[in-house]
């Protein structure tokens, strides 16, 4: 008959308390890594889709100094700015005094 014994190498697995609380930090610190990872993802999925809605929606309003992304007029934000000339009408957007219009 053949015994084989195991000494630890370490006083961490060879004392229960001490185990205990490693494992009750390592439990801790991995909850604790999940929700910042939760709250990153929410967060960079809202700023993701503010970015798309402000480039995207021709007509989004900027809030108070919030510059956009292409071009400004009165006060709105919009993805192209074309010449027309003052004679000729803006069909989709805005048309500006000075011959633009704004889509």
Known sequence: MHVCTVVANTKAVSE???????????????????????????????????????????????PSGVSCTFHS?????YKFKTQVGSSESCDSGAKSSDGFCYS
Not at 44 to 54: E, K, M, P, Q
């Open 16 to 62: 229960p308390p001490r185990a205990r609380k490693l494992g009750h930090a390592s439990i801790g610190l991995s909850l604790s890594g999940i929700f910042i990872s939760v709250i990153i993802a929410v967060v960079v999925v809202f700023l993701i889709t503010i970015s798309r809605r402000h480039a995207d929606n021709s007509d989004y309003v900027r």
């Open 73 to 77: 007029y009165n006060g709105s934000c």
